[in-house]
């Protein structure tokens, strides 16, 4: 068992236990992108992009039982997550974010992109990312940060569940980082909220449509914020992933819209100077005040 990693869940899972429920913890997605320039998105019509397969970090069933017992705690709930995982074969959901950003990318600027790798590969830094595909003008990598199920600090037989990915687009010729976008998506703020039985039902069918349905939602904001690609080019999320937990509501209802407080997005441009820091190699469950990727 990975010490680094259970000693993060650990650190994390307490503080969301002492974290308020104030209308500032209430975001469902939440991005953060360098975004790709005009000048760049015109150099992709008729390039050819590779499209890396990256890790799939561990799944953390956070429960509060286990987190009472320290590391042993925050180690079984890795551990109980990655049998999860297996045992119900939920797929990675980083494949829908790949494959829709990449389709976005040849609709969108006309690029040509290539048959996604088989192989997987932990390479983070754009410098390796470029090396690793020198037949191709660009590398396309969507690096998956962390993902879980979790109990709500004041209800602990209730729970919500979140993704988080980094996707990066690098220049192959020159190793340079063109894009980076994250995206962390979760169900907190859903006024369904699921119990375990429920997560795990039915081979985890439900979790796995949760799941699948905020890819979708990341591979939309990111298509829209990290690669500034017109409305009609923007992935369409399909109807049956756009809530399923609507079905679960009274009569089947669609959510009343939420206040913008619970829907809040963050969209941050920064400077192409700036240095890129190395994304983090361990999943970590964020807590609920701060819903954001993995950092260093």
């Known amino acids: 068992m990975n010490i680094r990693l259970c000693i993060k869940t650990l650190a994390v899972a307490t503080t969301f236990c002492l974290l308020p429920l104030t209308s500032a913890t209430a975001q469902q997605l939440k991005h953060k992108v360098k975004a790709l320039s005009a000048s760049d998105a015109a150099a992709l019509g008729g390039k050819t992009v590779a499209v890396t397969l990256q890790k799939r970090q561990s799944f ?46 040849h609709n969108g600027f006309g690029a040509h992109v290539l048959a996604a790798d088989t192989d997987v590969t932990e390479v983070k830094k754009p410098a390796a990312l470029a090396k690793r595909h020198p037949e191709a003008d660009y590398v396309l990598a969507v690096q998956h940060t962390g993902w879980s ?5 004041v209800s602990w037989g209730e729970y919500w569940v979140n993704n988080s990915v980094l996707v990066q687009l690098v220049d192959t010729k020159t190793g340079r980082l063109l894009s980076k976008g994250t995206c962390y998506a979760s169900t907190f703020t859903h006024p369904v909220r699921l119990t375990r039985d429920q997560l795990h039902a039915n ?5 796995k449509e949760v799941l699948t349905s905020l890819s979708w939602t990341c591979a939309q904001a990111l298509a829209r914020e990290q690669f500034k690609l017109p409305e009609d080019k923007i992935p369409t999320i399909p109807a049956e992933h ?14 009343a819209p939420a206040t913008p407080a619970a829907t809040a997005t963050e969209a941050v ?22 819903p954001a990727p993995a950092t260093p």
Do not use: C, H, W
């Not at 890795?78 to 980083?94: C, S």
């Open 60 to 105: 953390v069933a956070m429960t509060a039982g286990k987190l009472q017992f320290g590391l042993l705690g925050a180690a079984a709930m890795v551990k109980v997550g990655n049998d999860f995982v297996e045992e119900n074969a939920i797929p990675d959901p980083t494949i829908v974010i790949r494959e829709q950003l990449a389709a976005a990318l």
């Open 269 to 290: 441009v920064e400077p192409a100077a700036t240095p890129e820091p190395e994304p983090a190699s361990e999943a970590v469950v964020e807590p609920a005040a701060e």
């Open 149 to 153: 199920y979790s109990y709500y600090p």
């Open 242 to 255: 756009v809530d399923p937990l609507a079905r679960l509501l009274p009569n089947g209802a669609a959510p």
């Open 203 to 207: 081979g985890a069918q439900l979790t």
